[in-house]
């Protein structure tokens, strides 16, 4: 099940003392999360069954099933949420998940395969495609943009990358 699991959100800790729980949410709208319910672990379970929500700043606010205290809202903080890829709504033409880049085969211009994307993180200054290359050893970044990706063959199984001639530092 792991693999079809798509990465919604993350427990901030408590707000407030009634068990509350804060909840960043990975989605467009936060609020959607509470459609999403009940949110589920790495693994699998049953993470956070959501009974009520408001909007906050970087997500929302929710009251769940699970956590009636503030120590267990706490103890809860930085625990990832999921839903299963079929729950969410099917992206728009010529949209994506950012979970489908993944495994896809990354080639240059003149088609040789540089690697595979490993994963997709964003440290705060935009996505990254963490590709592993094909010859083996150290994975690599590439910043996600229109530039350094300028075609994306979902479908098919891979993407155009134009890798700038300083972007080829293995990750450490």
Do not use: C
Not at 41 to 65: C, E, H, M, N, W
Not at 83 to 92: I, K, N
Not at 149 to 165: K, N, Q, S, T, Y
């Amino acid at each position: 099940m792991r693999d079809n699991l798509i990465l919604v959100g993350q427990v901030g800790g408590a707000f407030g003392v009634r068990g509350e729980v804060k909840i960043t949410a990975f989605t467009g709208d936060g609020m959607a999360l509470v459609g999403y319910s009940p949110l589920l672990r790495a693994d699998g379970s049953v993470g956070l069954t959501l009974t009520g929500a408001r909007p906050d700043k970087k997500g929302i606010v929710a009251r769940t099933k699970e956590i009636a205290t503030k120590e267990q809202a706490d103890a809860l903080r930085g625990l990832k949420l999921f839903v299963p890829r079929d729950r969410l709504p099917e992206p728009d033409e010529d949209e994506f998940y950012l979970a489908d880049l993944i495994g896809l085969e990354v080639r240059d211009a003149g088609g040789e395969v540089l690697g595979r994307v490993r994963s997709v993180p964003n440290f705060g200054a935009g996505d990254l495609l963490e590709i592993a290359p094909a010859a083996g050893g150290q994975s690599w970044y590439l910043g996600f943009t229109r530039e350094t990706v300028p075609e994306l063959h979902i479908p098919a199984g891979w993407l155009l990358a134009v890798v700038p001639a300083d972007d080829d530092t293995p990750v450490e």
